[in-house]
């Protein structure tokens, strides 16, 4: 008796991994239904209503300047990426950096924290002239333009991770006399890893849109060009489906770099903390 009991708590068990893979096996059918029927009413719709390719190009036509336009697509995506990942970097690294100086003193965090939300108020349309004509057209102010984009998620997230720390850890290490920085290094930086992971995740996408943004005003022209600036171009010439083609692939850019970002993120926290528990549970 005993030993069928064990048996059938045995299958219980196996059995939970098999439902859990095929919920999420079956999450992916409704979003893949719903993508083809809209690449359905998009390609047969336009014909239908009679809208000529140069309103609405239908995917087939998109696909197509994308073959024919594809050695400047893929110069202009790869140039997007580097001005997005070298404008990501420095706004993590000013970001983080940021927090932790105001978070280390509460003079600083009063005295510092207003102008980092007067510099996210200000519309970067607003100030994009000015950083061209700072530090030149180019792929220096596409990158600065990234960055500044970027940088506020950064440090409002780590800031706010960094006080939230637990009070009686900071007390405890009081205790045994660590200094400010052993306490930062030791209890408040491995506590605000989520929030710095949120960050992350919004800074990544903010990055793209920002060089996409920076190209519109700083971008140069020929082999130099991004996405940006190929999406002015086409759209001053009314090339529609390659136009098209190159919003498309800025936000297969985005997409893309948010994944990679997310993946980063859970093997920054680890199985250890709370939310990627969950997450896979």
């Avoid at 893949?32 to 029927?37: A, E, G, I, S, W």
Wanted: charged share 10%.
């Amino acid at each position: 008796m005993n030993q069928l009991q064990s048996e059938g708590a045995i299958q219980k068990v196996s059995s939970k991994p098999m439902k859990k893979n095929n919920k999420q096996s079956n999450a992916w059918i409704p979003p893949l239904v719903v993508f083809l029927l809209f690449i359905l009413c998009w390609q047969f719709g336009p014909p239908l209503l009679n809208i000529k390719s140069y309103l609405l190009p239908t995917p087939a036509d998109i696909f197509q300047a994308s073959i024919e336009n594809w050695e400047n697509l893929k110069s202009s995506a790869i140039r997007t990426i580097s001005e997005s990942v070298f404008g990501f970097i420095l706004s993590v690294i000013g970001g983080v950096a940021g927090a932790i100086v105001m978070a280390s003193s509460k003079i600083l965090e009063r005295s510092l924290y207003p102008y980092a939300i007067i510099l996210q108020t200000i519309p970067i349309v607003a100030i994009a002239p000015i950083i061209v004509i700072w530090f030149g057209s180019g792929m220096n102010a596409i990158v600065i333009i990234a960055f500044t984009i970027g940088f506020f998620p950064m440090l409002s997230n780590t800031l706010i991770g960094l006080n939230a720390t637990d009070r009686g850890m900071i007390n405890l290490l009081h205790l045994y006399k660590a200094s400010k920085w052993q306490i930062m290094w030791k209890v408040r930086i491995p506590s605000a890893l989520p929030y710095i992971a949120a960050g992350l995740k919004i800074s990544c996408t903010l990055a793209v849109v920002g060089a996409i943004v920076g190209e519109y005003i700083a971008g140069i022209g020929g082999g130099e060009g991004g996405l940006g600036y190929a999406i002015t171009v086409a759209s001053s010439r009314l090339e529609t489906p390659y136009l098209f083609a190159c919003g498309i692939s800025a936000s297969i850019l985005g997409i893309v770099f948010f994944l990679l970002v997310q993946l980063f993120s859970k093997w920054l926290l680890g199985s250890w903390h709370e939310s990627e528990m969950k997450n896979e549970n």
